[in-house]
């Protein structure tokens, strides 16, 4: 008996371990993709790169990132987590390097390796922390995005600040070497937990492979495709937009505070969820591009500063929120293709928006193109709110297929229990 205890003790500290390692190691993804957001100023600068390659610089990434991700859409193809992560991690130091190097052709080949690790990764990383740790790793994929978005974006932006033009070589390096280290970490933590992810991801027979897609699902795609479309442009062209409009502190400032208050809005949405179920983040959006747009117009820097906070907090709590709700219930492999499929459709979207604002910016000027992009993203996010879907539908039914055997819970009755942890009413699936 005591045997067994220290066993399953070992067994539920190697999961937290993994989660740790993947949950980090999806971060610095994200990371390493919204560092070269402070930094296109100076590739602008350098190499004069117009709107439209601006622009390119996020349309590659998202165009390869995308067809990885359908392809991995499938429940199936979440048995290969480990590898698929595995060498996620080492295309991104291959993306690093490139970025590196400063040049226009091995920015976009930087990109382009980004978005296959990204679509390598992302499902992975979401189905290995939920094979770990259960429902309560299932928000990684959104919470990961916002985290390692301000990592990246903050760290990008303190070193353009401090050292200026030679920023790329030092942020893209240091990431490399972060990512190195967190590639050395998987490759132990993942061998040590082989045969618990190979049973925890493989669909038991008869199991339908396709993710279901209905009226239901719709909604959730929908709330996260406003809330990654506002995000995009708003980070893509903020630090561009408001260094044209002679801002520079909202420059500074604007990109990264709005990723910050989307991570904290992520990680407060528990807290939230007890005092305010009701919340969906649409109206904070509407009303946080208003903000922007306002601060911009009237040039008061402390005006758009704030509309970029708001932005953010709307779109943490909406993007979790459908992702969540969408999720909700599902085995680790199926949270990896829903997680894989709602990046996909999100970033489809989001991409193709910054693509037409690139191409409208070489035409009418980048900051009118940018501005009515934002203008009509907040004017959706208000109509959303009749249908967009609220923090109280990401309530998650606790089953024994959905949480790992260290943390199965004794009594193995299907409870409501919403991210708070709060137990509620059974809720039908």
Same mark, same amino acid.
């Given at each position: 008996?005591?045997?067994?205890?220290?066993?399953?003790?070992?067994?539920?500290?190697?999961?937290?371990?993994?989660?740790?390692?993947?949950?980090?190691?999806?971060?610095?993804?994200?990371?390493?993709?919204?560092?070269?957001?402070?930094?296109?100023?100076?590739?602008?600068?350098?190499?004069?790169?117009?709107?439209?390659?601006?622009?390119?610089?996020?349309?590659?990434?998202?165009?390869?990132?995308?067809?990885?991700?359908?392809?991995?859409?499938?429940?199936?193809?979440?048995?290969?987590?480990?590898?698929?992560?595995?060498?996620?991690?080492?295309?991104?130091?291959?993306?690093?390097?490139?970025?590196?190097?400063?040049?226009?052709?091995?920015?976009?080949?930087?990109?382009?390796?980004?978005?296959?690790?990204?679509?390598?990764?992302?499902?992975?990383?979401?189905?290995?922390?939920?094979?770990?740790?259960?429902?309560?790793?299932?928000?990684?994929?959104?919470?990961?995005?916002?985290?390692?978005?301000?990592?990246?974006?903050?760290?990008?932006?303190?070193?353009?600040?401090?050292?200026?033009?030679?920023?790329?070589?030092?942020?893209?390096?240091?990431?490399?070497?972060?990512?190195?280290?967190?590639?050395?970490?998987?490759?132990?933590?993942?061998?040590?937990?082989?045969?618990?992810?190979?049973?925890?991801?493989?669909?038991?027979?008869?199991?339908?492979?396709?993710?279901?897609?209905?009226?239901?699902?719709?909604?959730?795609?929908?709330?996260?495709?406003?809330?990654?479309?506002?995000?995009?442009?708003?980070?893509?062209?903020?630090?561009?937009?408001?260094?044209?409009?002679?801002?520079? #502190?909202?420059?500074?400032? !604007?990109?990264?505070?709005?990723? /910050?208050?989307? %991570?904290? $809005?992520?990680? *407060? =949405? @528990?807290?939230?969820?007890?005092?305010?179920?009701?919340?969906?983040?649409?109206?904070?959006?509407?009303?946080?591009?208003?903000?922007?747009?306002?601060?911009?117009?009237?040039?008061?820097?402390?005006?758009?500063?704030?509309?970029?906070?708001? #932005?953010?907090?709307?779109? !943490?709590?909406?993007?979790?929120? /459908?992702?969540? %709700?969408? $999720?909700?219930? *599902? =085995? @680790?492999?199926?949270?990896?293709?829903?997680?894989?499929?709602?990046?996909?459709?999100?970033?489809?979207?989001?991409?193709?928006?910054?693509?037409?604002?690139?191409?409208?910016?070489?035409?009418?000027?980048?900051?009118?193109?940018?501005?009515?992009?934002?203008?009509?993203? !907040?004017?959706?996010?208000?109509?959303?709110?009749?249908?967009?879907?609220?923090?109280?539908?990401?309530?998650?039914?606790?089953?024994?297929?959905?949480?790992?055997?260290?943390?199965?819970?004794?009594?193995?009755?299907?409870?409501?229990?919403?991210?708070?942890?709060?137990?509620?009413?059974?809720?039908?699936?």
């Amino acid at each position: 008996m005591a045997e067994t205890t220290r066993a399953q003790r070992s067994s539920g500290r190697v999961a937290v371990a993994q989660s740790i390692v993947v949950g980090s190691s999806f971060a610095m993804l994200l990371a390493g993709s919204n560092a070269v957001n402070p930094l296109l100023p100076i590739y602008r600068e350098q190499l004069g790169l117009d709107p439209l390659v601006l622009s390119l610089t996020f349309v590659l990434y998202v165009a390869v990132l995308v067809c990885a991700l359908f392809f991995l859409a499938r429940p199936g193809r979440a048995h290969h987590a480990t590898p698929f992560l595995l060498a996620s991690l080492a295309l991104l130091i291959a993306s690093d390097l490139l970025l590196a190097h400063a040049q226009e052709w091995s920015i976009l080949a930087g990109r382009v390796c980004a978005g296959l690790s990204g679509g390598l990764g992302t499902g992975a990383a979401s189905a290995l922390v939920v094979a770990a740790i259960g429902a309560k790793g299932r928000a990684v994929t959104a919470t990961g995005n916002f985290v390692g978005g301000v990592l990246g974006a903050g760290a990008s932006q303190l070193v353009v600040s401090l050292i200026g033009e030679a920023a790329p070589q030092a942020v893209f390096l240091g990431h490399a070497a972060i990512v190195a280290a967190l590639l050395l970490a998987a490759i132990v933590v993942l061998r040590a937990r082989r045969d618990a992810n190979h049973a925890d991801l493989t669909e038991a027979p008869g199991t339908p492979a396709p993710a279901r897609i209905d009226r239901r699902a719709v909604r959730m795609f929908a709330t996260g495709t406003i809330a990654w479309t506002a995000t995009s442009v708003a980070v893509v062209f903020g630090a561009t937009v408001f260094a044209d409009l002679g801002q520079p #502190l909202v420059q500074a400032i !604007g990109p990264t505070l709005l990723l /910050g208050t989307s %991570a904290s $809005a992520q990680l *407060a =949405s @528990p807290a939230i969820t007890r005092i305010a179920p009701w919340i969906s983040g649409a109206l904070a959006m509407g009303l946080g591009i208003a903000g922007m747009l306002s601060g911009a117009w009237l040039a008061l820097d402390a005006l758009a500063i704030a509309g970029f906070a708001v #932005l953010g907090a709307g779109v !943490g709590v909406s993007f979790r929120a /459908g992702l969540i %709700a969408l $999720a909700r219930g *599902a =085995s @680790p492999s199926r949270q990896g293709s829903l997680a894989s499929l709602y990046a996909a459709v999100t970033y489809t979207v989001s991409a193709a928006t910054v693509l037409t604002v690139g191409w409208a910016g070489n035409t009418t000027g980048l900051v009118p193109a940018v501005f009515a992009a934002l203008g009509a993203v !907040g004017t959706v996010s208000i109509f959303a709110l009749i249908w967009t879907p609220r923090l109280r539908d990401t309530f998650e039914p606790l089953l024994a297929s959905t949480a790992h055997p260290a943390f199965t819970p004794r009594d193995s009755r299907v409870v409501g229990r919403s991210v708070t942890g709060r137990k509620h009413a059974s809720i039908p699936q």
